[in-house]
């Protein structure tokens, strides 16, 4: 009979213990989820800085381009201009591009941060 109380006793034991681990697995989940989330807000609103930055630069561009335009003086001068905007426009987009994909790997790779360290390891089989 001591034997089956001492078995029944060191299972119950047994589940409070995988329970409390359990409990907190889930409070460390819930708070990577929640700094991965942050992360993540703050971050799309960088991301959206920059591509307002790039279109309010490609605005002011065009409007520089249409008061040079109005003022030229020959269709070759039009012709000088326009080549001009179209390079400066293209290396713009480029560096425009190269700027907002970084900040895309930042963003994916900050989100993702929180929720790659230690989940798994919270898992392992009891021993």
Known sequence: MD??????????????ETAGRVG???RETADRVQESSTRATEGFRDYQLKV????????NAM?????DVIQAQSVSEVM?????????????VA???????????KLATDTARPL????????????
């Open 3 to 16: 034997d089956r109380k001492s078995s029944e006793r060191k299972a119950g034991n047994a589940a409070r």
């Open 24 to 26: 907190e697995t889930a």
């Open 52 to 59: 307002l930055s790039a279109a309010q630069a490609n605005i």
């Open 63 to 67: 409007f520089e381009y249409v008061h």
């Open 80 to 92: 000088e201009l326009s080549a001009t905007h179209s390079r400066r426009q293209l290396e713009a």
């Open 95 to 105: 560096q425009q591009s190269r700027e907002l994909a970084s900040a895309a790997q």
């Open 116 to 127: 790659s360290g230690g989940l798994g390891s919270q898992f392992n089989p009891m021993s």
